[in-house]
């Protein structure tokens, strides 16, 4: 039986991804960890973990018999630029820590978040490649490139199960993004249904690659369940799903929300997404392990709308 460690469980995915698990092996084979405590009651154990702490991390991978990570625990790319150095610390130490940890202990099998944001403006900005060039411009995306590296070696040279996607941006009603470039996404839902107008922070014609909560999980547990030899990368998969920019989301809420206005006022934020994709070439990931979208942009914009009505109203009374 598996015995799950979750780092980073109270983020955007975290939240989600350990709901799932806990489905998918059982309650009391999840342990889901945070540097804060839970805002509700998890279904599962929980503990307060500070990721950098070395020998806490290793302390409950040791204890606890863990057999898998799912380790999630990261600072992302605009709250990153605020302090860069803590960034790499934290986004470095704790990913060599646990597969080093996967070479003591019995973890066989490592999942481990990249992004889109190991690309940079040389980069091709159309259904970018799986390989191709990766000079980001952002701490948070050289921590994610040094990650994919550090992977990929220590699958090759210890055989670590370490298995990785490059998520876009994700959209999710139930947990709020923190620190992200494509965060907008999010919030313009909040903002539409709250006060009909939104000022978003990147400009009317910024293309970036994004994905709804619910495909975000299935890539997950999809590339996490498929047989060892299909995975044939083992740095990162690229995954897609959709792509818009913030007038083209507008257009879309509009459709429910006729009186929705929309402004803008790019900020630093800008800059980072500039020098994004606009879409990838995620052929890889289908052909290796199936990989298969089920939302687009308008059914992801109609289910965001319905949750997240139904979500605030139950909050104001
Ligand atoms: C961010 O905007 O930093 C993240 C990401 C694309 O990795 N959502």
New binding site residues.
Partial sequence: MEKILITGANGQLGTELTISLCKKYGVENIIASDINLPKSTLPCQFIKLDVAQKADLERVIANAQITQVFHLAAL???K?ESDPQFTWDLNMSSLITILEAARKYQINKIFW?S???VFGRTTPKENTPQHTVTEPD?M?GIT?LAGERLCEYYFKKYGIDVRSLR????ISNKTL?G?????YAVDIFYQAIETGTYNCFLNRETF?PMMYMPDAIKATIDLMDAPKENIKIRSSYNIGAVSFSPEDLAKVIQKSIPDFTITYSPDFRQQ?ADS?PSNIDDSAAKKDWGWQPNFDLDKLSSDMLKNLKEKLSNSIF
């Fill in positions: 992302l790319s605009a990153g978040p992004s889109i944001a952002t948070y994610k998520y876009p941006g994700l993004p620190g992200g470039t494509t965060d970036l980072i994004w």
